[in-house]
């Protein structure tokens, strides 16, 4: 089982930058695929981006596929997500996700019921 805290949110003005971070707790951080999804009210928690075990690639939703960079730091069993050129529709609640996944998987899981352990979230505002 594994724990997941996020950390780095806060408001910040359109154009700006912020980064995010994940720690998780708990043994085998290498063996899980890792994820950012966010959510606003009244909508579906929606899919950021994505790593794959098999080779660590990320993949990203596309509206923030040039604007945002996923990361981890698997001695620190910590991901990244560095938000650069915000603007006020990526304001939401973000959150980390973790899902164990087998050696070698070549799968992106961009699906909210693919993952099993979930963050608390942490709100990120863009706004002048």
């Known amino acids: 089982q594994v724990q997941l805290v996020e950390s780095g949110g806060g408001l910040v003005q359109p154009g700006g930058s912020l980064r995010l971070s994940c720690a998780a707790s708990?043994?085998?951080?290498?063996?899980?695929?890792m994820a950012w999804f966010r959510q606003t009210a009244g909508k579906e928690r929606e899919f950021v981006a994505c790593?794959?075990?098999?080779?660590?690639?990320?993949k990203y939703q596309d509206s923030v596929s040039w604007r945002f960079t996923f990361s981890r730091d698997n001695a620190k069993n910590t991901v990244y997500l560095q938000m650069n050129s915000l603007e006020p529709e990526d304001t939401a609640v973000y959150y980390c996700?973790?899902?164990?996944?087998?050696?070698?998987?070549?799968?992106?899981?961009?699906?909210?019921?693919?993952?099993?352990?979930w963050g608390q979230g942490i709100q990120v505002t863009v706004s002048s």
């Open positions: 708990g043994r085998a951080f290498d063996t899980y695929s």
């Open positions: 996700a973790a899902k164990s996944v087998y050696s070698g998987n070549f799968f992106w899981y961009t699906e909210v019921e693919d993952y099993d352990y």
């Open positions: 790593d794959r075990r098999s080779d660590g690639a990320p």
